[in-house]
């Protein structure tokens, strides 16, 4: 089973504090650790998983700066067999439905029997780009992949609803499969296996390798244009406990107890 | 061009709460540009929720099919797509959910029309499309503007719009079932239900809720001893089940439970919109969180910025200091 997963290098956000840069449509990415995508994390094990049980291939690709080499390097270490970036100035400001794009012209001369992607990106959350490359690859889709059983020329997927439901889809292959997180555990990676993934090749791609013009990618061949971003207002203002450890601890348990929960 | 489609979400015969919020906003931005509301309905013996929708747009397409009983992304697509190239609506709408982001982008790409997803707000000013969306786990709001076009599409946030019922009387318009062939990329076969839990915690009056700041299941005994202290029960976000810390009936979210304690505290949890939904209306909502601008303050009543593991053992013996008893 040949697998190609899409990857996405972003910075890690959830425990980190963000600012607004200076243009105003971004935030500052100086201080920031840049990894693997936390979704296609999760793809790339599945992917790696696979390829174990059933032998095959894993290539991983990404579109972005060499500063993703970072990531298509985890993927190596972690088990990916190739690894491709597409990169060029033009691809600057690419939503993910240029992303979509770039990656399909990238994808459309490789054998694959099964594409995996994360659900969506940390960063822009779009949710996007496993769906619109399936469609610009004329194969299946599923996206909330929860679980993944691969039969004859189908795979069963389980999907992930709201409220703790799933369901169970069949999709005929190739198919491109969106994972949620969850889907496995990613394993770690040894000291030795990302030594050896430094030495190996990535192969790169700019837009004269791929069958696309300078129109339909960058903010040209993107449907979103990001005019403002701002600090999301507040619902409900916290009132902020303040004082040494101790004494904001009593105060927590003062208000409970004022609830009558103590 | 004309007109604002809001595609009904239905599951087991009923339709879902985010049909009726994306109904709301469809109407208002109906109302500002002066245009006309359709309420879009694909299934099989759905008259019933056809009535329903009647109640909410001037219009109802109703597409009946056997192929459309449970929710097929393959051909839902083929539907709206012949209805959307027939009537040519300038917007159509939808929920940002597991039917929305199964579909949306797939449609969008195959009928060239922009898509934007996620919205928790949208307008249009002057012709354009803008948005407004959250980046960064909810960290940080952006407006966007979609690039023109005939047509556009956007999935909408869950919550986001609040329900509006208005006096509408619409006219249910039977259309024909495009799908004269077999549908071959895509197959329904059933809905699981995730297997009992051991634990309900809707049914908790105080839950201690946490999150990814936790940082090592070594740490998770502490939160566990907190919550005993509080005669509570332990929930968490969803990084805590997909790292197997908690079993996923403790999960507080969309993909979760939806919980209303009289007290919930939040510790280590950022509050992305997907939890947030699921406690914003808990009586009390007390937050730790060294992020001082972590989303979950935001929704809260009361907030600690500090290192939770300060604070953990030490609100533990301040508990049990009050109900007269050593830790």
């Known amino acids: 089973m040949d697998i190609i997963v899409c990857v996405k290098h972003v910075p890690e956000t959830a425990e980190a504090e963000i600012k607004i840069d200076s243009s ?33 291939t894993v290539t991983a690709i990404t579109v972005g700066l060499e500063d993703a080499d970072g990531t298509l390097r985890k993927c190596l270490a972690r088990g990916a067999d190739k690894a491709i970036r597409a990169t060029d100035a033009n691809f600057e400001g690419s939503d993910s439905y240029a992303i979509a794009k770039i990656l399909h012209s990238v994808i459309k001369s490789l054998p694959f029997d099964l594409i995996l992607t994360g ?28 679980k993944i059983e691969l039969g004859d020329g189908v795979a069963k997927v389980n999907r992930e609803l709201e409220g703790g439901l799933e369901e169970i889809v069949e999709v005929r292959l190739p198919s491109v499969l969106s994972v949620q997180t969850g889907i496995n555990e990613p394993r770690y990676v040894s000291i030795l296996g990302i030594r050896k993934a430094m030495k190996e090749e990535i192969k790169t791609l700019s837009l004269a390798d791929i069958d696309l013009s300078e129109n339909d990618v960058g903010e040209a061949g993107s449907w979103m244009k990001i005019e403002k971003m701002f600090v999301p207002p507040v619902e409900k203002q916290a009132e902020f406990l303040k004082g040494t450890p101790e004494e904001i601890a009593a105060k927590i348990a003062g208000i409970i107890k004022s609830r009558g929960l103590i | 061009m004309n007109g604002i489609f809001v595609l009904a979400e239905h599951r087991q015969g009923k339709i879902r709460d985010i049909t009726f919020e994306t109904l709301t906003k469809g109407r208002k931005i109906a109302e500002e540009i002066s245009s006309g509301l359709t309420a879009v309905l ?20 109703l597409v009946e099919d056997a192929k459309l009983e449970n929710f097929n992304s393959e051909a839902y697509q083929k539907v709206l797509s012949s209805l959307i190239n027939k009537h040519k609506p300038l917007l159509t709408m939808m929920g940002h959910t597991s039917f929305g982001v199964d579909l949306a982008p797939r449609l969008a790409t195959a009928l060239k029309l922009p898509l934007a997803t996620d919205c928790i707000d949208l307008e249009f000013e002057e012709k354009t499309l803008l948005i407004t969306r959250q980046m960064y786990g909810g960290k940080v709001n952006v407006k966007a503007t979609v690039s023109k076009a005939e047509g556009y599409i956007v999935t909408v946030r869950q919550a986001a719009f609040e329900v509006q019922k208005p006096a509408a009387n619409g006219e249910v318009i039977e259309e024909p079932s495009p799908l004269t062939e077999e549908i071959t990329k895509k197959r329904f076969i059933e809905y699981v239900l995730p297997p009992p839990g051991g634990i309900d915690i809707t049914a908790a009056d105080v839950l201690v809720g946490v999150g990814r700041g936790i940082k090592d299941e070594s740490n998770m005994p502490m939160v566990e001893e907190l919550a005993k202290s509080l005669g509570g029960v332990l929930a968490c976000s969803r990084p805590i089940v997909d790292k197997g810390w908690l079993s996923n009936d403790r999960q507080v979210g969309s993909s979760g439970k939806t919980v209303k304690p009289k007290a919930y505290i939040a510790l280590g949890i950022s509050g992305a919109f997907q939890h947030v939904l699921g406690m914003k209306n808990s009586d009390l909502i007390i937050a730790v969180n060294k992020d001082a601008n972590a989303p979950i303050f935001s929704f809260s009543d009361y907030g600690v910025v500090e290192d939770l593991f300060k604070i953990l053992p030490l609100l533990k013996s301040k508990i ?8």
């Open chain 1, 24 to 56: 105003g449509k971004a935030i500052e990415k100086a201080g920031l650790v840049f990894d693997i995508n936390e979704w296609d994390d999760y793809a790339l094990e599945e992917a790696v998983r696979i390829k174990e049980k059933l032998g095959g």
């Open chain 1, 119 to 146: 659900a969506l990106a940390g960063d822009d959350g779009y949710t996007m780009v496993g769906p619109a490359l399936a469609e610009m690859l004329g194969v299946s889709h599923a996206t909330m992949v929860k």
């Open chain 2, 42 to 61: 694909l299934g099989k013996g759905v008259k019933e929720q056809a009535k329903t929708l009647s109640e909410y747009a001037e219009k109802v397409l």
């Open chain 2, 320 to 327: 049990y200091e009050l109900k007269g008893r050593k830790a």
